[in-house]
């Protein structure tokens, strides 16, 4: 049973912008924060952007700030990245997944999710 799916990866110029979106089974996206990772080839997984259930909490890798923007439409059981001024080292297999319920630990910490998508790629070309 698929609970997450990505869409949204391709391939893009440094510089354009691409919005990435991952549709949830309501189960798995109610009352849950979302979470977006990537992964580059030869790299660990890494947090790149979280955001609370009601969308009023939101937090970034550093190196994505200002650049990436995450948000959620419960209505549609719905978590987008949208992502401009993309560099080539924003290359990877991006994932997004649903927290645990009531994990109290940082929203940047991948064993606190517990439902991941199958993954979508961006890549960027310089």
């Known amino acids: 049973q698929v609970q997450l799916v990505e869409s949204g990866g391709g391939l893009v110029q440094a510089g354009g912008s691409l919005r990435l979106s991952c549709a949830a089974s309501?189960?798995?996206?109610?009352?849950?924060?979302m979470g977006w990772f990537r992964q580059a080839p030869g790299k660990d997984r890494e947090f790149v952007a979280a955001i609370s259930w009601s969308g009023g909490s939101t937090s970034y890798v550093d190196s994505v700030k200002g650049r990436f923007t995450i948000s959620r439409d419960n209505a549609e059981n719905t978590v987008y990245l949208q992502m401009t001024s993309l560099k080539p080292e924003d290359t990877a297999v991006y994932y997004c997944?649903?927290?645990?319920?009531?994990?109290?630990?940082?929203?940047?910490?991948?064993?606190?999710?517990?439902?991941w998508g199958q993954g979508t790629q961006v890549t960027v070309s310089s």
């Open positions: 997944a649903a927290k645990k319920p009531y994990y109290l630990g940082s929203a940047s910490d991948p064993d606190g999710y517990n439902v």
């Open positions: 309501r189960r798995t996206f109610t009352n849950r924060a």
